[in-house]
Each structure stands twice: as structure tokens, then as C-alpha cells.
């Protein structure tokens, strides 16, 4: 099992940036696949981003694919989400979560239940 703590978020205005980071301790978050999850109220919590263990491979919900980019630095024990363009509809508690990364799996994990460990979230609330 590994901690999680999420940070980065804010208010901005619609167009703006932030940069969203997620520490892991515990273990080296190298044996850990990576996943960023937004939630609003009353609503499932969905699939924003996703990468694997080493950062060769990653996948974006179509809804902030060419806005969102997300990366990590393994030495660091650092993921992190840089979101440009922001706008109004991705005003959400954003969420990192962590699975064991498994030899020979070639895709990333984007259901909520992939996931085994998750951090507590951070606000981002974006004005239009």
C-alpha cells in the first residue's frame, strides 16, 4: 500500500493553467501504474489521464486529450498533471490513484476499480 497526497489545485479563470502533482510514499512510485480521476457532486468519478509505470506509455479521456499532459519523475516520486485551457466543465475534485504495475501489461488503466490506492484530492475550480 502506498500514500498518496494530491496538490496544485485552485481558482482560475477559464483559459488559465495549473499543474497538478501527486506524491507517493511508501514504495517507489516506479512499481506503481498511475491514473488521475476528476469527480463533481453527485456524479461517477471519471477517467481524466493515465500512465504506466516508466512513462513510456499514456491515455487521455477525449474530453481534455490535447489540453492535459500527463508525466512523471520517478526519482522524484512525483506524478504530475499540467492542465491548460482550462474551462468551466473541469471544475472538479481531481483525484490521484496508484495500481501495481504488472509485467507485460501494454495499457494503462482507466476504470475507477483498477485502482487500489488513492490520495484524498484537490479542488480545481475554474471561473468562466
Known amino acids: 500500500q502506498v500514500q498518496l497526497v494530491e496538490s496544485g489545485g485552485g481558482l482560475v479563470q477559464a483559459g488559465a493553467s495549473l499543474r497538478l502533482s501527486c506524491v507517493v510514499s511508501?514504495?517507489?512510485?516506479?512499481?506503481?501504474?498511475m491514473g488521475w480521476f476528476r469527480q463533481t457532486p453527485g456524479l461517477e468519478r471519471d477517467f481524466v489521464s493515465a500512465?504506466?509505470?516508466?512513462?513510456?506509455?499514456?491515455g487521455y479521456a477525449d474530453s481534455v486529450k490535447g489540453r492535459f499532459t500527463i508525466s512523471r519523475d520517478n526519482a522524484k516520486n512525483t506524478v504530475y498533471l499540467q492542465m491548460n485551457s482550462l474551462k468551466s466543465e473541469d471544475t472538479a475534485i481531481y483525484y490521484c490513484?496508484?495500481?501495481?504495475?504488472?509485467?507485460?501489461?501494454?495499457?494503462?488503466?482507466?476504470?475507477?476499480?483498477?485502482?487500489?490506492?488513492w490520495g484524498q484530492g484537490t479542488q480545481v475550480t475554474v471561473s468562466s
Open positions: 490513484a496508484a495500481r501495481a504495475a504488472l509485467a507485460g501489461r501494454n495499457y494503462v488503466l482507466r476504470w475507477p476499480e483498477d485502482y487500489a490506492d
Open positions: 511508501g514504495r517507489a512510485s516506479s512499481n506503481y501504474d
Open positions: 500512465i504506466n509505470w516508466s512513462g513510456s506509455r499514456t
